[in-house]
């Protein structure tokens, strides 16, 4: 089974046998702005949500181009909950004038929170989440660096892992009850690999986890939970850009099947 299969397209029609473009706007998949990427997942539907796993500079600047399309495609604000200080506004507002977006304007409806321990981190979730969603009425959350303040020296194991589930569960309480589609992300692999409890929470509790692994000849994207993968081989460092990152698989075909 290929990538694209696993979404539907949505077609709404009023008693008259027309579409309506608001509610296909307001319950449309969000893509994440990369054209080869969104080829194969197709996009992530309401309400779900989705752990994107991998190297520092792609997933940061992925993240950036997610937060683009939520706040260009929908009429909705953005809550982006920041665990790593990862929030890359000059990214976002670069990406914004390439699209021909005023920056400003896409700049002004995203909603920061920061926290600077786990303590405050999980507070944040677990405490202030959902008001702050109510209030800005967002049609999408990010939650950045979930792992890295539950990871500190100086925090219990036991601990942490605790805090990681009620976050996680809090998470997936809000996103279904707004119709959010929730991105969490974590920019380090090893910091979930190598841990076989951390691994089996993270990639268990999400509706959908993207890796992604830098190889010698370029990008491996696994979905762990569809037991799916493609490869994507890398273009010259010259010619390299975000939606470009790699080249058609050599061997002609998509992989999807493990």
Known sequence: MHLDELTRPISVTDEFGLLQPEYLREHAALRTGVHWLDSKLGGFERPQVVLLDGPREFTSTLTSSICVEALTDFDRELVFVDGGNSIDLFGISELCREAGHDPDEVLSRITVSRAFTAHQFAALINGGLEGI???????????????????????????????????????????????????????????????????????????????????????????????????????PEEQRILDTYGLEATDGEDRADV
């Open 133 to 235: 969603i109510a209030d800005t009425e967002a049609s999408t959350l990010v939650v950045s660096c979930f792992v890295d303040l539950f990871l500190d020296d100086d925090m219990a194991w036991y601990e942490s892992l605790q805090l990681i589930k009620r976050s996680l569960a809090e998470i997936r309480r809000v996103t279904e009850e707004f119709g959010l589609v929730s991105i969490i992300t974590n920019h380090d692999l090893a910091k979930i690999r190598n841990r076989r409890v951390l691994r089996s929470i993270m990639f268990g509790a999400p509706d959908r986890a993207v890796v992604f692994e830098e190889r010698k000849a370029g990008m491996l994207v696994t979905v762990p939970k569809q037991g799916q993968y493609f490869h994507r081989h890398y273009v």
